[in-house]
């Protein structure tokens, strides 16, 4: 009895030795990509994000913040405030993901500047999962996107735009649906809760209803009206679920399943986003991991991910922001995918802007970042200074180091940008 014992600690002990030589090459991969662009090395750029590589040194926790929502959908914290929050619960790198919009973003990125929080710009795109019975399932898909956003930019924003536009009309339903209830709550309330060009959800309606004095709490809004199937619930003109993975993807992004625990056929869902391409799937929680979804991610081959979805509702049900714990092995395996498929999307993002030099164009590759990146050239500029200037943000020497940017670099030497961040025609 005693040897076994002794036996089965030595075993433990070795294993433990290779877990900390693993866990150490995986946070060195990590904290590489996380000072790409940061103000360590001259010269000095008071722009850059400026991470604490001290703190990092002493072992302090690597907290990735995956899932979480400002008032530019529907959560109650404006994007700096957000941002701010994180800062305060000790988030090192933050992804925004309000539901099918972007809008957030900049202001994120310039609040996170001032408190040396990485962004990573994301959505959470609201689609439906159509059953082969033919019934359909609504399915939140995250997108997660390089420091330069999305590739098509355009093509994206159209397809979110078409989103945004169905939830006002879905928001008229369920409004109409609770008068039908017998709840006379007007759709002018909801529109006000929501603000100026923020597309309403569920949870504007949530909060008409409770100010209203309809309901006692935001959780009896949705269980007593608003939950999938509910009295008053409506579908907006959501896309296919493998629609919006298919086009994630060729824009550029980690397309990642939120809250499977909330499907009713996960597995369907699973397997057929799979075949889509979706990268990974959400598997950790404030609560900690769920076995269940986390065998399917190894069934798949899919990163297992997860965020706390924090919307700023306050409330002892809300999970905190910054309050999931990722391993870092979980933040490893989701970087050694996304980068990649970043610096494709740089790559695309760049070619578009060679074959058209637009002002357009331009504005899709200064869109999260564009005081930075403009920072310091002179009146104008020559394309390839820009991009040096965009590489050395977003990239690291070794990802820079590329023939193919080398390439696009000398074409674009030929086109010229002012300061202010237009095209300038020059000789013609
Ligand atoms: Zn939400
Ligand atoms: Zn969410």
Redesign the pocket.
Known sequence: MEKKRNNKKKCGGSKKKKTTSDQSDAIKSITDWLFVGSSSSPPPDDFAVTINTASLRRGEKLVFEL?S?SNRSDGFLSPSKLVQRAHTNGVKVLSL?D?DTMAGIPEAVEAARRFGIKIIPGI?ISTLFRVESGSEEPV?ILAYYGASGPAMYDELENFLGKIREGRFVRGREMVSKLNKLKVPLKWEHVTRIAGEDVAPGRMHVARALLEGGYVENLRQAFTKYLHDDGPAYATGSEPKSEEAVRLICKTGGVAVL?HPWALKDHVSVIRRLKDAGLHGVEVYRSDGKLEVFSELADTYSLLKLGGS?YHGKGGRNESELGSVNLPVKALQDFLKVGRPIWCEAIKATMRTFLEQPSDSNLSNILRFDRARILKGSSSWSCGGELMDRCLAIWLTNDERENDEFEALRLKLSCVFISSKGSCVTVGA
């Open positions: 899932h929502h993901t539901h959470e939140h939120a979805d």
